[in-house]
């Protein structure tokens, strides 16, 4: 299983976009990356995944570069409900392995007025 | 539709009792999942259960877990004897179990205290 690391903490302010990083320098070939949310007292809640280039939704988009080495959140235009702690994951996408994937400390972001 | 359900949402018990967690999960969800978050940490993987197979019970930290799944449904997680080191929030997901992807629905959790 691919180790990630990711900051652990980020402030901005509303409006602002905000781009997190993570590293995965031992990416395998069938591992994807797979970005959580999770506000205090919730369960985390799913918000992309992507295996290469670029994945956009309603919510966020995910950058991926060629190597897949790193990978990149970007939250558009954040508001102060954006404020989460927010986890990258990696590892192989066959469904039911979700369980193997090991869950950091995940990034702390703070939305500031 | 209704999600993930979790109760109860708190538990306090005296170290050495017995806890009954429960979790409903999403109505046809093949996959279910138990995971703990002690307080500022990443989850820690539990259990899994996957249709009528023998269920993964490799995350379980000691003898006193288990866990059961009735019907494909419900499930129950129990700590027997309960320690101090046993207070976390307890966290259930479910998953459909086709094709490729991550997204794993998780309930609000229970917050176990062991006093």
């Known amino acids: 299983l691919a180790k990630t690391t990711q900051p652990i903490s980020m402030d901005s302010y509303e409006g602002q976009e905000v781009n997190i990083t993570c590293s995965h320098n031992n990416i395998a070939t069938n591992d994807y990356i797979t970005w959580y949310q999770q506000f205090p007292s919730q369960g985390p809640r799913f918000i992309i995944q992507g295996y290469k280039t670029k994945v956009t939704n309603e919510v966020a988009s995910l950058f991926i570069p060629a190597d897949r080495k790193s990978s990149t959140l970007s939250l558009p235009r954040v508001s102060l409900s954006d404020t989460a702690v927010y986890y990258c994951?990696?590892?192989?996408?066959?469904?039911?392995?979700?369980?193997?994937?090991?869950w950091g400390l995940g990034t702390s972001l703070a939305v500031n007025p | 539709g209704a999600g993930v359900s979790q109760s109860p949402s708190n538990k306090v018990t005296e170290k050495g009792k017995d806890v009954e967690l429960r979790c409903d999960p999403i109505?046809?969800?093949?996959?279910l999942y138990w995971y703990r978050q002690s307080l500022g940490q990443g989850l820690e993987f539990l259990i899994y259960f996957q249709g009528n197979s023998a269920p993964d019970k490799s995350g379980l930290p000691s003898d006193r877990f288990s866990a059961e799944r009735t019907g494909g449904s419900v499930s129950t997680l129990t700590i027997q004897r309960t320690q101090q080191e046993d207070s976390a929030v307890y966290l259930c997901?479910?998953?459909?179990?086709?094709?490729?992807?991550?997204?794993?629905?998780f309930g609000p959790g229970t917050r176990l205290t062991v006093t």
């Open positions: 997901a479910s998953s459909p179990l086709i094709g490729f992807g991550y997204e794993q629905y």
């Open positions: 109505s046809g969800h093949t996959a």
């Open positions: 994951l990696v590892g192989d996408g066959r469904a039911g392995n979700n369980r193997k994937l090991i």
